[in-house]
């Protein structure tokens, strides 16, 4: 049987361009499921994600955002990763959950909530980026968007230890799954009965974003997960809370951010040996 599962799962990976192989080593096969929780490196899980949301280890990005906010950080020498709670409502991690059918995660609490939002989010904390070789055209979009019009594009040079430095994947159609996800899940129930779990997957649901509504961003985002006791910690509380990341330094959280260059109409309140690029 865990032959034949094998077999299954590594023509589905082939037909999706993905060579690696994998043998029983790699999986855990019970009555009604198949994964890899409990197996070194979750290989199965990462071959997916390194396919699918290739992590970055080091890429100069734009952050764009508003005058008040660019002085704080430039002043204070620190970055804030914010809570993901302060997306509800704009198709984070429910896009991916809704679209690859993760009933568990969709459920509603005792209090009517979906699970994903008092159970992922809390703990989820991101920044939003873009790739620093975006055009022109193509910024003035994120210039309205996020900086008022009239703000602050920041840019750094991002260098990630963690491996949650990743684009954001944006969902073609709405309620069309990830090709190759879809299809290890399907070809398992119909020829084997039995159900696929991606490891990692909490992760996974925050790079995924609908194409009509934020396609256009182009964005890259880092990723950072809080656990009680367990490196930086959130400062203040629910939605409102966020976890600040030193510059110029590896923080624990895995992420160095750079400041090198300011630019936007009116010059910020900044060091004079800071770049500035007058905006055009």
């Not at 059918?101 to 005792?110: A, F, I, T």
């Not at 968007?145 to 994947?169: C, H, K, M, Q, Y």
């Not at 006791?229 to 600040?244: L, M």
């Amino acid at each position: 049987m865990t032959t034949s599962i094998i077999g299954t799962i590594n023509a589905v990976l082939q037909k999706h361009g993905i060579k690696d192989v994998i043998t029983d080593e790699h999986i855990t096969v019970t009555d009604s499921l198949v994964c890899d929780f409990a197996k070194p490196e979750s290989y199965l899980s990462e071959l997916l994600i390194e396919k699918l949301w290739p992590r970055i280890h080091r890429r100069k990005v734009f952050h764009f955002t508003t005058q008040e906010a660019a002085e704080s950080i430039i002043a204070s020498r620190a970055f804030r990763l914010g809570n993901l709670a302060k997306r509800y409502g704009e198709g984070e991690l429910s896009t991916f959950s809704a679209s690859h059918k993760l009933e568990g995660y969709m459920q509603r609490d005792d209090k009517g909530q979906p699970v994903y939002r008092t159970l992922l989010m809390p703990n989820t904390f991101y920044a939003s980026f873009t790739d620093a070789s975006l055009s022109g055209g193509d910024q003035e979009p994120l210039w309205r968007r996020f900086s008022g019009g009239d703000g602050v594009r920041l840019t750094f040079d991002l260098e990630a230890s963690n491996p949650n430095f990743r684009d954001i994947r944006y969902q073609a159609k709405p309620g069309v799954p990830i090709p190759v996800l879809a299809e290890l899940s399907s070809e398992l129930m119909r020829l084997h009965k039995k159900h696929f779990i991606l490891s990692g997957i909490s992760r996974l649901c925050a790079f995924y974003l609908p194409q009509a509504d934020f396609g256009a961003e182009k964005e890259c985002r880092i990723l950072y997960k809080t656990w009680e006791g367990v490196g930086p910690q959130p400062i203040g509380n629910d939605s409102s809370a966020y976890v600040e990341l030193p510059l110029g330094t590896m923080s624990e959280a895995g992420y160095k951010l750079e400041l090198v260059e300011v630019s936007s109409r009116d010059k910020p309140a900044m060091p004079d040996d800071l770049k500035f690029s007058p905006r055009k």
